[in-house]
């Protein structure tokens, strides 16, 4: 596995990857063509794999939903407890999207107790990083994974939905993964990191997603 940081989403920049991650964004980033969400589907279909976070998996400032069958974004809530509420590779404990590529390494306890770290449990609580999340109307492709706790009757929604695209595989993470904002003397201080529990799920989508 080679990461690389790309700032173009156009077919050339796209060859000879296998999966995509594009983060947070409030708005499209100057660097991106308003065509991007359209090279997006066109990789995924053609057997690419895509990771779409908070306003990047179909907030309307960017074009709407790039993924509409797997799912499609509502109104931003403020809520941060999450539980795991299906079995799926990206966070099961039974068959691990990280278990599966390194097949030959589970009889190694240095292995097992490193990938102990990516498996969520089904019914696992955990809390966010980031004080919102974007909810996702799933689309009838699409397989909810992670949803909202319900916090002063608001929340209950899918946060986190899975599904396959043409020959591809995307990941609608209306959590912000990967961003952990505080409240600091009346202000919001924003940080990269990932809390366990999206490492988790970052690193079991990833190898999901390439598989």
């Not at 690389?4 to 995509?20: C, E, M, N, S, Y």
């Not at 990206?90 to 278990?99: D, H, L």
């Not at 961003?179 to 202000?187: F, H, L, S």
Request: net charge negative; glycine share 12%; aromatic share 6%.
């Amino acid at each position: 596995m080679s990461p690389r940081w790309i700032d173009q989403i156009t077919p050339g920049a796209l060859k000879g990857f296998d999966v995509l991650i594009i983060p947070n964004m409030a708005d499209r980033a100057a660097n991106l063509a308003a065509d991007w969400q359209q090279h997006v589907r066109h990789f995924v279909a053609d057997g690419g794999g895509a990771l779409l976070i908070h306003h990047s998996a179909g907030h309307p400032a960017l074009g709407g939903a790039p993924f509409s069958k797997i799912g499609s974004l509502g109104t931003f809530t403020s809520v941060r407890g999450m539980k795991v509420v299906a079995d799926h590779p990206i966070t099961t404990a039974s068959a691990s999207a990280v278990e599966q590529a390194f097949a030959e390494n589970l009889t190694n306890p240095a292995f097992m107790a490193q990938l102990a770290r990516t498996k969520l449990m089904t019914d696992t609580n955990f809390i966010s990083g980031f004080p919102d999340y974007m909810p996702i109307k799933p689309g009838g492709a699409g397989i909810t994974v992670i949803r909202s706790m319900v916090d002063k009757g608001v929340g209950g929604d899918a946060t986190l939905v899975a599904g396959t695209v043409g020959l591809g595989r995307t990941v609608l993470a209306g959590i912000s993964i990967g961003a952990k904002c505080v409240r600091v003397d009346e202000q919001y201080i924003t940080t990269e990191q990932l809390t366990p529990e999206e490492e988790a799920i970052l690193i079991n989508s990833v190898f999901w997603l390439g598989q």
